[in-house]
Every structure is written in C-alpha cells, then in structure tokens.
C-alpha cells in the first residue's frame, strides 16, 4: 500500500517509488538492490509497518508491535533504522499502548528517506535495468513515471 502525506512535498517523493513497491517483480528488485547496499532494513520496516496495519486482532498487534521495536526502533536495535530522536522517543513513550498505526510517522519519514536517497540510485542500477527488460519480455507497460 502506498504511504501518501499531506505534504504535496512529501507526496511527491513518493509518487514514482509507490508505484514500483505495489508490484511483486518492482519490489523484488528494490529489495535486491537495498540488499546490495547494506540498507535493507528501511524496506524491511516499511514492509512489518503495512504489515501491521492490516493486522485485526489485539493480540497480534501487541506482538507485532513489540516485534518492530525491538528489531527497527530500540536504541540497540539489531536493524535500527535512522529516525530522529524525537520520533523515536515518541514512538518509546507511546508504546505501551500499541496501534496498528503505532509507527505511521517513523514510516512516512522512511519512506521519503529511501525515495530520496536510495529509489534515485535504484533507477541507475543493474537491478532496474534487468527488471524493465524483465517487464519489456512480459509485454507490460512501463509503471514508473519520471
């Protein structure tokens, strides 16, 4: 699902990258590329963050919640993702009482940080370049506007 703002600013940074991240193959190639930097863990958030907002039941939010702090946002995070102090404080100081939507913000601001820094050198890469000749083979149309 696509994180969309408020902002047409941020909007914007996500326009084209939204559009790759909805396709299996686009997001296949996005997350090989991330690998190949050493920078997959800001995918990797992304993706338990829409995870967890299609989870219903309590419990599993709880559990899934617990699971995204303690692996993405803890201080001494396994893969912590680069979130300012002040949201990660705030995600600390409300996480006692877990939402599906506990991470929102952390997420909007990963989102715009890989659309920003790594999407563009994303669509310089091999990745790209075997994944549209991928899609070129499939007769499908091209997804990405830019």
Known sequence: M???????????????????LVTKDGLAAFSAFLKSEFSDENLEFWLACEDLK????????????????CEFIHTEAPRQINIDHKTRDMISDTISKPTSTSFDYAQKQIACLMA???Y?????????????????KNGQKRWLSF
């Open 2 to 20: 696509p994180v969309k703002s408020s902002s047409s600013d941020e909007t914007d940074c996500y326009e084209s990258m939204d559009k790759l």
């Open 54 to 69: 299609n989870t219903k039941t309590n419990p599993e939010i709880v559990s899934k919640v617990n699971k995204i702090y």
């Open 116 to 118: 920003k820094d790594s």
């Open 120 to 136: 563009p050198r994303f669509l310089r890469s091999d990745n790209y370049k075997e994944l549209m000749k991928k899609q070129e």
